[in-house]
């Protein structure tokens, strides 16, 4: 790419909540805001609380920082359920004044633009350029 400063990757995952208290909240997100019984709330919680937690955020921004490194270009990362959430990264996109963003998601259901662009309609981005995201 001519111009690293202006090209950038958007590494997109699913996103996992970083302990147990914050499972409830999670599953809204998964849902789309439609509430669980409490007892299947309750069973995840249980779950994951045996498993600790999950790597996933950890290891994307991992990957990030070893993405950008490589590349010598910025690496976003936005998760469609957590944070950090796809909307911040491309309000950083945005503000960081980048023209343009490969994306790469880790599960095909969340790539593509259509993902990242109904991220775009806030206060911050409306009156900027948006990158162009493939």
């Known amino acids: 790419m001519a111009d690293s400063r202006k090209n950038a990757v958007l590494l997109l995952a699913h996103g996992s909540p970083d302990s ?61 359920n957590w944070k950090p959430f796809i909307a911040d990264a491309v309000r950083a996109l945005v503000s960081d004044g980048i023209e343009h963003a490969v994306e790469s998601a880790w599960r095909h259901r969340i790539r593509g633009p259509a993902w990242v662009f109904t991220a775009l309609i806030s206060p911050a981005t409306r009156d900027r350029p948006l990158p162009s995201i493939s």
């Open 20 to 80: 147990v208290e914050e499972v409830p909240d999670f599953l809204l997100r998964v849902t789309g805001g439609r509430p669980l019984p409490q007892p299947v709330v309750d069973e995840v919680k249980h779950r994951y609380g045996l498993i600790g937690r999950s790597p996933l955020t950890e290891l994307t921004l991992k990957q990030a920082e070893l993405l950008a490194r490589e590349l010598g270009m910025p690496v976003y990362v936005g998760m469609r």
